[in-house]
């Protein structure tokens, strides 16, 4: 079984090397999807095992990057895609919210 999850991070979550921690999380649990930025914050998509899915955005919620400060975390289940690998995707405009980016 596979299932996929779609979060969105807000906060000090820009500059902090939020994307490189979700990265190294999903690569090392086996997950396929992709991780990028927005004016909102930080988004990805974590594709794979139900439980390695769950294990990651819980990491991603408990231990973020010493500098990073979340306010909010999102997730909904989405419609697996069957992608391989996980990528960094480039950062994408977005409804005009301002995100706090770390010294």
Known sequence: MTSRTRIEVTGVVQGVGFRPFVHRLATAAGLSGFVGNDG?????????DPVAVDAVVARIVASPPPLAHIDAVTA??????????????????SSGAATFVSP
């Open 40 to 48: 909102d914050g930080v988004f990805a998509e974590l594709e794979g």
């Open 76 to 93: 909904h289940a989405v419609e697996p895609t069957g992608s391989a690998g996980f990528e960094i995707v480039a950062s994408r405009a």
